[in-house]
């Protein structure tokens, strides 16, 4: 391995073995960059396939003349994968985070909305419906009614018609067409609603994921810019190096003192500095959980009130209504202070002179109100995936993993850009011996 690295990290190659040794090095390394390229792009970032095969394609051929032809470029490349692990990298996971939520979790919210708003629907419908139908048990009490006031003793109180007529029910194709309309509009307003946050969602995830990825290599050739010209620049290690020079100048007593103040590149010990930055760090990324958390429990509880909704919608019962009509009827004249010329008139019409009873009527009418009907169609919850929330959850615990790793990641940012240019890391160690030994001799 350390041989195949030091063919990788050799700004020119020594012989043809050693051409064809790199050449097959960046060959596999484009073949799986390629791989993990058109997987971002199809899975992730929902391009077409077609587009994603070109695209990486045409990044892998140009990455592989890339690393063969050009030392610098090897040296970022090299630098790129252990930035995954700082800020940058988490930027990307995140942006891959948003991308699941919205292709998975938020179609599903979306969904179960859909099935309580299905459900209140039918229950409009068919209340409506079976008000509409108790109309007609209306018109039924009308019509007896008005045949019990035609059936008087004396022909005299007869009226000329005692029937009620009711139009509602003709009107009752005119009302299902204004729900059929309503509930088509709701649906098409629903639906253009949702594109367009999905799209939206989707641009911008898009740009974010580009941006953080030229940012990404951005960082890296920053970091290499600034390691070949500036000597202080993440300089503050106890390398093997600076070790070998202070033994052969004698001047071991050198980093005994400045031990405290050192970091061994390879050892697990953090300043005081990088533990704040990762307790930061973690609060952020925490804080982004619970806005992911807020949204895996709007999914839930979406789909537990829809399950609720379909399954009290099946147990409505038709509820009873009974109209009940009594009432009695009397005619005639009884007013002893009328004058007996009055009197003698009603008796030749035939009028009576007291109150006489026409009838009694006392009946009683049931109607069944119906909420819910089988035949509705009610499309069933969507539950919540589970394999979306072991995939959230996973990348979760690795952007946690990350920020406690990104001060090692920056250290082995450090010992790449090292190994590819030995010679000014000399000269950086020789820069940091003097250091050194100024600050030995002032105190």
Partial sequence: VAQLWWIYSKPVPADGRELCTLFLQCSCITAVIGGLFYNWMFASLEYSWRLSVAMAISFSLLLLLTLLLVHPARCVFSMIMPTLGTKQGRKLLFSTCIMIAVVNITPNIISNIKTILQVVKCICKNSSDSLLNSTALLEKVSWEF???????????????NGHFRFSLLHNSSLIYQKMHLAGEKISREFLSVEVLVRDSIRVANRLAAGFFMLYLCFESTWYLKNYLTNLHFDNFYLTKKLERLAVDRKAAHLLVGSSKKLIRPTGLKLSWEEVVLCLVQAMLV???????????????????????????????????VSLNIKYKVSAGVSCPALPWIMQFIFKVLGVPSEELPLGDFDRTYHHHL?????????SPPTPPNPSVLLVVGLLFCILYATVFLETYARRLCREIAASFFPSWEEERVLHLYRKLSRRHRKE
């Fill in 370 to 378: 119906v909420f819910s009907s089988a035949h509705c169609r009610i």
């Fill in 146 to 160: 008005g045949d019990a006031i035609q059936e008087t003793v004396h022909s005299i109180y007869k009226p000329m």
């Fill in 286 to 320: 925490t804080v982004a959980l619970m806005l992911m958390l807020v949204v895996v429990a709007m999914d839930h509880f979406a789909f537990s009130v829809a399950d609720v909704a379909v399954r009290r919608a099946a147990e409505f019962s038709a509820v009873s």
